[in-house]
């Protein structure tokens, strides 16, 4: 006999939607895994997104091109301080198929200082910073096509160099207090122009109509004094910086600095700073030789190599076993406009800015720290998670050669990608995967019969709970910033929008168990439609802690990092039961 | 120490000032950059220290100057 309030409607069994389900979610993570494949991709290589026939040229002078010209343009001014500023851009249109071939005959002719194709960027962000389009080195590491997800917003990158000064293209609001080791004051402003330029590489203020953009722009940026205004420092005040940017909540640290000496002092800050969730990003040294330098060769550091525009090694770079990723850091023995294009303090002041052309490993990594921040804004928090992602998402070098490039070439819209496409499938594949179980059990002892089926918000709530809505994040996410909780999971809105140690909420089975024990106690939990859709959430929920288990994606304060996977194994255990103990025809007596 | 050499700008980092020792060591200097921006190109006697401290240059030996005398 069939309770009479329950509709049954001939539909698929829940066996034949799970198969289905399972079957396109490994269908589209395969898909995933392709769009990430490690093909050779040579910076601004030729794309499907590719405008068929158009080349753009840039060239050190007029100069015959191949092709027709549909468009040039003569830029001369002095908005770079003191080196002149002068160009000729060329739009030129070529016989479809036959642009890689004049690709490489004008990348060869020395008076092309670049030439790429011309690409369509339908769908993406595209700041109106009016320099923008001079940010090669931007679209090389991924920003653009990593912002339509995430632009940083949360996480706080701290600047360990000359200080910041707050020039007018960095967002006043995004600075938070910071310290001077040099001066023993709270006064960290930049008197070099180094420490600022990197700033402006992390968190340059984007979308603002003005000057160039930044790779996280709603990232906060803590200024860290601890190099003088000769650009040098000791390990004390590095390492002191460290420390102070980690207990004041950093969870990025860009060190674009170096010595050959090894400080026991600098190592242990370095392993701290890791040990308390932070992601610690070192220059490689610009030796143009084998040979790391510190921090970037300790342990619990993150070395990045630097590449030119052809994402070939800059011939400055040190290279060295430790390397883990490359990124742009400029060559400007292409020309000037090679180099990374932020705004800085003027050749020699302290107080006038000026948009500069800088070269060095200390460009490159604050594109990783960037990078980094985009990840740990989409509520990674593990600093093993944040490299292992950046590394693994990595573009593939010009050549099998580790010690130059580490993992690859850094992708920051790669590492957004599988932060919350990929790992949002994953998550929901083990929410159906536990759904399913649970359904079997129930109807096998009894309480639930065969007929009596999960209704629509029992999936909804799965899928919130597994932070399905993460897929629709590139889509939605950062164009209406209120909704950009969307691109994370649920279990990680505390930690990520309270304080850090309200991850205890998220990242538990607190909430599902809180939701499902009332349901629990009501007439029919399944069977109605709250009942119903607390139990997919529970499911969902489970699943995401799940997920976090595995990849171990999650650092919460004062749990050690041995133990992270069991209670988040032991907490998607709860939540399974939770939603488990809603499966069932009558009230829990 | 006194060194003497040649310095020479270096497009590094913003712009470094290095010099190439006669006896061919090459050390990053630290200093008034007008005063070194000055004697870029000439052979010069270097007064200073050496400075086993971490910097921006990341390329080597750092030389703390205290005077530059052009020779």
Redesign the interface.
């Known amino acids: 006999m069939m309770p009479p309030d329950v509709v049954v409607a001939p539909r698929a069994s829940l066996r034949e939607r799970v198969v289905v389900g399972l079957v396109a979610a490994g269908a589209l993570l395969l898909l995933g895994a392709a769009g990430c494949s490690r093909t050779p991709a040579p910076v601004m290589e030729l794309g499907e997104d590719d405008v068929p026939g158009l080349i753009e040229v840039e060239l050190r002078a007029p100069a015959q091109v191949p092709g027709t010209v549909v468009d040039q343009e003569e830029q001369e001014d002095d908005l770079y301080g003191d080196a002149f500023s002068s160009e000729f851009s060329v739009e030129i249109r070529v016989e479809p198929g036959t642009e890689a071939a004049v690709l490489a005959q004008l990348r060869a002719r020395p008076d092309v200082i670049w030439a790429e194709p011309v690409v369509r960027y339908q769908g993406l962000w595209i700041p109106d910073d009016p320099d923008f389009s001079k940010q090669w080195h931007l679209k090389a590491a991924g920003a653009e096509r990593a912002w339509d997800t995430t632009r940083g917003e949360g996480v706080t990158v701290a600047v360990i ?2 200080g910041i000064y707050p020039v007018d293209d960095l967002d006043p609001a995004r600075l938070v207090k910071g310290w001077n080791f040099v001066g023993h004051n709270d006064d960290a402003r930049d008197d ?3 420490g600022t ?1 990197v700033a402006g590489t992390i968190a340059q203020s984007t979308g603002n109509g003005k000057g160039v953009a930044g790779m996280a722009p709603r990232a906060r940026l803590m200024p860290i004094k601890v ?1 003088s205004q ?6 004390h005040d ?1 390492a002191e910086g460290i420390r102070w940017s980690v207990d004041h909540g950093a969870r990025v640290l860009n060190l ?6 090894r400080s026991l002092a600098m190592e242990s800050a370095v392993e701290y700073a890791h040990r308390r969730g932070a992601v610690v990003v070192c ?6 030789s084998r040979g790391v ?2 921090p970037a060769a300790y342990r619990g550091a993150f070395a990045v190599s630097a590449v030119g525009p052809q994402g070939k090694l800059a011939p ?1 770079s ?1 290279f060295g076993p430790q390397i883990a990723i490359a990124a742009p850091g400029g060559d ?1 023995s292409q020309g000037e406009e090679a180099g990374v294009l932020q705004q ?1 303090l003027a ?2 002041s302290t107080s006038e800015a000026a948009f ?1 052309w ?6 490159a990594t604050p594109h990783v720290a960037g990078a980094a921040a985009l990840v740990m804004s989409l509520g990674v928090t593990s600093p093993g998670a944040v490299e292992d992602l950046l590394r693994s998402t990595a573009k593939a070098a010009p050549s099998n050669d580790p010690e130059r490039y580490g993992a690859g070439l850094l992708d920051a819209a790669a590492a957004v990608r599988r932060a919350t496409f990929g790992w949002g499938l994953w998550r929901l594949a083990f929410a159906i995967l536990g759904a399913w179980v649970a359904l079997r059990h129930a109807r096998g002892i009894g309480q639930l019969r065969a007929a009596e089926k999960p209704g629509a918000l029992f999936w909804a709530g799965l899928g919130v709970g597994a932070g399905a809505l993460a897929l629709l994040a590139p889509i939605a996410g950062e164009r209406i910033s209120a909704l950009s909780f969307l691109a994370l999971p649920p279990a990680a809105w505390p930690q990520r929008f309270l304080v850090p140690v309200a991850g205890y909420i998220g990242w538990s089975a607190l909430v599902p168990f809180a939701l499902a024990l009332p349901a629990r106690l009501a007439s029919r939990p399944l069977l109605t439609a709250f009942g119903g859709l607390i139990a997919g959430l529970a499911f969902g929920w489970a699943g995401t802690l799940l997920h976090a288990a595995i990849w171990r994606t999650v650092a919460l304060p004062f749990m050690p990092g041995l133990l992270m996977p069991f209670w988040l194994l032991a907490s998607a255990f709860v939540a399974w039961a939770a939603g488990r103990g809603l499966l069932a025809r009558e009230p829990l007596r | 120490m006194k060194v003497t050499g040649t310095v020479e700008f270096v497009d590094l980092e913003g712009g470094l000032y290095r010099l190439t020792a006669d006896d061919g060591k090459r050390y990053t200097l630290l200093g008034s950059r007008g005063e070194l921006k000055a004697a870029t190109g000439k052979r010069v006697e270097v007064e200073g220290a050496l400075d086993e401290g971490f910097g921006i240059g990341m390329s080597g030996a750092q030389l703390r100057v205290a005077r530059v005398k052009k020779i």
Do not use: V, W
């Open positions: 160099d000359t070099h122009a180094h330029h190099l000769f650009g040098s420092g000791t390990s590095i674009s600095l170096g010595g050959g000496g220059a490689a040294g610009n030796t143009g330098s510190y400055y040190s400007k800085t050749e020699g500069r800088f070269q060095g490993t200390s460009m």
